[in-house]
């Protein structure tokens, strides 16, 4: 049985998009996936499904759209999938926690950094449904405006790594 992980968008600790882990579980769950996981409060959830990716992020939306009033997004991606996002990280004298993944809902346009604005020497690249970008002086002042990452959700690479040997073990 393949086993997915699903990255939230807009899910955090407290304030607005609140939510849980053990809640997301019990949702996963109710869905009918198995051996599910939850890592960090960020909305990172593992599981096994007989289903495919477009149907569980599909579901597994609606479900969390009727619990918190609006749908947070869903991006998911198999172990494969994850295994060569975090095993392909461009940029590579970069600290992992500076190097952030944007995990997307489709596969971004090929001029999607034509626009890019990045006062502090950020650095982006395209890959398959993610945008990788580099921030020099860490993400949370910095200016970097990017449109092509507003319908993201991003973590950074050591949390891609995690996630990626959560996976891996999951599998053995």
Do not use: W
Request: proline residues 8%.
């Amino acid at each position: 049985m393949p086993i997915y992980i699903a990255l939230l968008r807009a899910v955090n600790v407290g304030g607005t998009g609140a939510l849980p882990m053990a809640e997301l579980k019990t949702i996963c769950e109710g869905l009918g996936f198995t051996d599910v996981k939850t890592y960090i409060q960020s909305g990172n959830v593992l599981f096994r499904s007989d289903e495919s990716e477009k149907t569980v992020e599909e579901r597994l939306g609606a479900a969390l759209g009727q619990k918190m009033g609006k749908r947070p997004g869903v991006m998911v991606r198999s172990r494969k999938e994850l295994d060569a996002i975090a095993g392909n990280a461009p940029f590579p004298d970069a600290k992992p926690n500076f190097l952030l993944v944007y995990f997307l809902p489709e596969k971004p346009p090929a001029d999607a950094l034509d626009k890019m604005v990045a006062p502090d020497g950020e650095e982006a690249k395209l890959a398959a449904r993610e945008i990788y970008v580099h921030y020099p002086n860490g993400s949370g002042r910095s200016k970097l405006k990017l449109p092509a990452l507003k319908p993201g959700t991003s973590r950074n690479l050591n949390t891609v790594r995690k996630l990626a040997e959560m996976a891996a073990a999951m599998e053995a």
